[in-house]
């Protein structure tokens, strides 16, 4: 079905999303719930793509390049990096190559919970500053924003970080099946075959629903489970609101985590997307990125859609090549819900 942003919808054949692909500069988002063949229908388009490109003559005139489901973050900066050649982009490969091998997935979901505790300061004082910028103008703060704004300020001031910071919480956070490990482990490991994340996105409540181990943490971390009573076995509310508020500092800090270790060139990457697009353009070519599931550039799939959608015609002047883009993504994913909009 395809649904335009009015949500009116229409029936639509595997051909005519190709022919959208074809004529659209755009990244089309390709939605349903896991197990529906999102990725088999990416998987078609690439070979329909290819095809079509061969039929025509055109294969030399096309980049594509399709991200698999279970791909790491590494394989999916290699791949779009596969046919580009000389200074910039060899550099930008050994840069990609190197944090692979210098940080182990255990080091890299211990980094991000450091990086979740300074990100959950962060939303504090923002959370502070937009409440004092409101009550300065004499005005209430939107009961949307209200909920949200309360639960930051009241999570950090109980001490939300100092449990997350805590060695022996940790444990659990640091396990291989646990989100925070898998998150960040697709920075340099991909997933097996058939062992695809499906929902496993984002923290729950039953996460951080452990009295067994109480008197194992830290008087700080003990602290917040008071203030908190996350504990309590019928509080499911509370430890909501917690795993509310940790989940948003997760997705600041992954991408926070990516900027740190990546870095081309002293640029970031959506500045060598445009070198990449640069020179595709120099070739006259076009790029297309088919992505079989959002999950697989989590840690980029921000700066990527950015990427996408940036203009390649600027004051009537072509500056960067086309793009044309499928991304497949569940329907209750965090990222695509975020950036739904746009």
């Not at 300065?136 to 924003?145: A, D, F, L, T, W």
């Not at 067994?212 to 943490?217: E, S, T």
């Not at 921000?302 to 044309?324: A, F, M, N, Q, Y």
Request: proline content about 2%.
């Amino acid at each position: 079905t395809r649904r335009d942003v009015n949500n009116n919808q229409e029936l639509f054949r595997d051909e005519d999303l190709f022919i959208q692909l074809l004529s659209t500069e755009r990244a089309i988002p390709l939605i349903g719930r896991s197990g529906m063949g999102k990725s088999h229908l990416v998987r078609w388009l690439d070979c329909r793509l290819k095809s079509y490109l061969q039929a025509n003559g055109l294969l030399e005139q096309w980049e594509v390049i399709r991200i698999p489901k279970n791909a790491s973050l590494r394989q999916v900066l290699l791949l779009i990096l596969r046919n580009l050649h000389g200074g910039l982009f060899d550099d930008a490969r050994k840069r990609v190559d190197d944090v692979a091998q210098a940080h182990s997935a255990k080091e890299l979901a211990d980094l991000l919970l450091t990086m979740m505790s300074h990100q959950l300061q962060s939303m504090y004082e923002q959370a502070m500053a937009e409440g004092m910028e409101y009550e300065s103008q004499g005005k209430e703060i939107p009961v949307e924003r209200l909920g949200r704004l309360e639960a930051i300020i009241e999570e950090v001031e109980n001490g939300i970080g100092n449990l997350i910071t805590d060695p022996n919480f940790k444990l659990n956070l640091l396990k291989p099946q646990h989100c925070i490990y898998r998150r960040a482990s697709r920075m340099s490991d991909g997933l097996k075959e058939g062992d695809e994340e499906h929902d496993n996105y984002e923290l729950v409540p039953a996460d951080l629903f452990f009295q067994d181990n109480i008197d194992d943490l830290s008087s700080l971390a003990r602290e917040y489970v008071r203030h908190s009573r996350i504990d309590e076995y019928d509080n499911e509310k509370a430890r909501a609101q917690a795993v509310g508020v940790l989940n948003e500092a997760m997705h600041v800090a992954l991408k926070s985590l990516f900027a740190k270790l990546f870095t081309f060139n002293g640029g970031n990457f959506q500045e060598l997307f445009q070198e990449i697009r640069r020179e595709l353009l120099a070739q006259d070519r076009r790029l297309v990125i088919l992505v079989e599931d959002m999950a697989a550039i989590s840690a980029i799939e921000d700066v990527l859609v950015d990427s996408l959608i940036e203009e390649g015609i600027r004051d009537g002047v072509k500056t960067l090549c086309p793009v044309h883009s499928v991304i497949a993504v569940t329907d209750n994913y965090p990222g695509y819900k975020r950036r739904q909009e746009t």
